[in-house]
């Protein structure tokens, strides 16, 4: 056997596992998820592949939505929040930001944890470190036993100033571990050591909320690998894009929050670069929701902040408070429910509406003909003709037009449209849902959306993607190889990433670089004992803002920082000029000549060895071999498309109307658009004309 390594990514139809052999070529499936037990799937999944090329993964890399779904759904443990007196209602207050300004009647979303689950313990240090008020022990007991009263699973610890002094928190965890075995402790000091008592808050909250669920969902894959006999270790995908041992990831799920997503972005960034594309919007749509995020001079758009479980799941928007607040390292992404299982209803007023409830994989659309009797998006699609009838993915499935049609008809009928009218109609709202996602990631943030090129992937993104090119005036989307399972890709080229962060309040043109190099190395020394084996490269960051501003604009500390030597203190004159220069870039704007500039927090990355982007995957992959043509509804009228195989696709541009039915997907080339193939990644490339 030879040594391989096997990526799995849990979506909410479909799992994905892609396994790459030593000899760089892969092996993909798509099975069916098995929700609410989604691990059955995935240890299925993992046991089919390596069984059928008798290959011993070296690593197993996971992406999940479990933490996700557990948040959106508000399906999470019990928990409970402890916090310093006078601070039990942090939680609830959040922020002053009002999504809809014009709406009266909007309220703030429920706390995850209502305000009997909230705990004040008489304690108290300053921000310098002064002790006003010591923790007493005999409260903290008398606080567990309270807490083991009320039968909760999860306690959040998030003490006053705790990011900087961590002292209080560290004992009162260990007296509730003490006093309450198998509920799980998170501290705030040990999930996010940073300012700002709402947002440390909130994240540790949501973490606590999480983490029961999370921890068991790991340990029945883990029980499930060891039954087949595979004992490769076993890494989920963070947030930020790179992957966290299993042992952290139980710790600490929040930073694994979007997990499935962030793997795709990071597949897109490797195929762009190939294909010499600097600008591109990664374009993900699943069963259940969109997701997009912007690729810009050949790097991925990051943020230190993401909100979930609003209308629009998003990092770095300028109009939130719909949904929890987090503070983790995180590849911007925006997501809408918005996928091939969501569900077209009929609103109040008789008004067509697309998701965000979706489907799912259990029953799944009608036309999978596993008892869904509601219309879904897959159902439209495949009463347009975009999708094929019969069976796709293995022969797992078999899409019927005929239950599609049915079930478009529950919608039809009312409106008084025709058939193809409504389909059409539920085809094109979801397609206006998901522009909300690609334009918050692109005009939102002043970038124009036309000189981006579209990377579509997913089950249902290359059905939808020209579509969604023609309404943001994009002229070129490409579809990757296997673009069905493409975040399963993406994880086998994520390297291990490891964060810390320490807060200060410095003035830069007067600190010593000593103190700043300090706190680097601090992080450093705490980074290594944590990281599995030695890291490969050091990322430093700094946060600075002007006197009197709120907010931080990050950028690169000097490279000295990082090197751990009595020559690694920072040039901060030149961090300074950093800033400036960024400032004016983002803002349009500087400050005086000796404004001063503040400090705020100093951030350190360790990062694994970066796998190779090279990886050779079959043209003809299983399942039923698409021919012939087929009848498409397009602009109003029917149209005869040819129906064609990846493989069959040339060099030089073809014109649509054209389909090409692959294994995992279809990608629709409409009337308007040419499609020609790329040698090297094996990427289809759509062009409109004019």
């Known amino acids: 056997m030879s040594a391989t390594r096997v990526g799995v990514d849990v979506g909410g139809t479909f799992t994905d596992v892609i396994l790459h052999g030593a000899d760089g070529r892969a092996t993909v499936r798509k099975l069916l998820s098995t929700p609410p037990a989604y691990d059955v799937a995935v240890v299925a999944a993992v046991g089919e592949l390596t069984s059928l090329t008798r290959a011993a993964p070296s690593e197993v890399v996971h992406g999940t939505t479990v933490a996700t779904n557990a948040v959106l759904e508000r399906l999470g443990a019990p928990t409970a929040l402890v916090t310093t007196k006078g601070f039990r209602d942090v939680l609830e207050l959040r922020r002053l930001r009002v999504p809809h300004m014009y709406d009266l009647f909007w309220r703030k979303p429920e706390p995850i944890v209502e305000r009997r689950l909230r705990f004040e313990i008489d304690e108290r240090v300053t921000a310098d470190g002064t002790v006003l008020r010591p923790l007493d022990e005999a409260e903290a007991r008398a606080l567990a036993a309270v807490l083991r009263e009320t039968g909760v699973e999860s306690v ?273 709202i979801a397609n206006a849902r998901m522009t909300r996602a690609l334009r918050s990631v692109s005009s939102e943030k002043g970038r124009d959306p036309r000189e981006f090129a579209i990377v579509a992937y997913g089950g249902s993104g290359p059905v939808h993607a020209a579509g969604l090119a023609d309404d943001l005036g994009v002229r070129t989307v490409v579809v990757p190889a296997v673009a069905g399972l493409f975040s399963a890709v993406g994880l086998l080229f994520a390297r291990p990433e490891f964060h810390d962060v320490r807060m200060c309040h410095l003035d830069v043109d007067s600190v010593e670089p000593a103190h700043v190099a300090g706190l680097v190395a601090e992080m450093r020394r705490d980074l290594e004992a944590a990281f599995p084996g030695e890291p490969a490269e050091w990322a430093a960051t700094a946060e600075l803002r002007y006197g009197g501003q709120s907010w931080e604009v990050e950028v690169a500390l000097p490279e000295r920082a990082v090197e751990g030597t009595s020559q690694g203190e920072p040039d901060l004159a030149a961090l300074r000029a950093r800033f400036e220069d960024e400032h004016e870039r983002l803002y349009g704007v500087r400050g005086q000549p000796g404004s001063p500039v503040e400090l705020r927090a100093v951030r350190l990355v360790a990062l694994g060895v970066a796998p190779e982007h090279a990886l050779s995957i079959s043209e003809e992959e299983p399942g039923v071999r698409p021919s012939g043509a087929r009848t498409v509804y397009a602009d109003g009228e029917l149209v005869e498309a040819p129906v064609r195989t990846r493989a069959s696709i040339g060099v030089a541009a073809e014109p649509g109307p054209l389909l090409v039915d692959e294994y995992d997907t279809t990608v629709v080339v409409p009337p308007g658009w040419s499609v020609r193939r790329d040698e090297v990644t094996a990427s289809l490339i759509l062009e409109r004309a004019g």
Request: proline share 5%; charged share 20%.
């Open 156 to 428: 959040a610890v998030c003490l006053l100033h705790s990011y900087v002094h961590p002292e209080h928190e560290g004992s009162l965890g260990r007296v509730l571990a003490e006093e309450l075995p198998g509920v799980t402790i998170s501290l705030s000091s040990e999930i996010l050591r940073e300012q700002r008592e709402y947002e440390r808050t909130a994240t540790t909250v949501v973490n606590a909320y999480v983490r029961p669920l999370m921890s068991s969902y790991i340990d029945r894959i883990r029980s499930g690998l060891d039954g087949l006999g595979l004992d490769a270790p076993l890494s989920i995908m963070q947030s930020s894009g790179g992957v966290m041992t299993s042992d952290d990831a139980r710790a600490r799920p929040v930073f694994a929050l979007e997990s499935g997503p962030a793997a795709g972005v990071v597949a897109a960034l490797g195929i762009v670069r190939r294909l010499g594309i600097a600008d591109a919007i990664a374009f993900d749509m699943g069963g259940t929701t969109a997701k997009a995020s912007l690729i810009e001079d050949g790097a991925i758009a990051r943020g230190r902040e993401y909100e979930a479980g609003g209308s629009l799941s998003a990092g770095s928007r300028l109009i939130r408070g719909s949904g929890e607040l987090l503070r983790i390292p995180t590849i911007d992404i925006a997501e809408v429910g918005a996928g091939g299982g969501s569900l077209a209803w009929l609103d109040a007023g008789g008004g067509l509406q697309v998701g965000p409830r979706s489907a799912g994989a259990d029953p799944g659309p009608a036309c999978y003909g596993r008892g869904g009797v509601e219309p879904t998006v897959t159902d439209a699609n495949v009463v347009l003709g975009l999708l094929p009838e019969g069976a796709v993915a293995d022969g797992q499935i078999t899409l019927s037009r005929e239950r599609a049609a049915e079930a478009v008809r529950r919608v039809a009928e009312p409106l008084e449209l025709s058939l193809l009218a409504a389909a059409a109609g539920v085809h094109r």
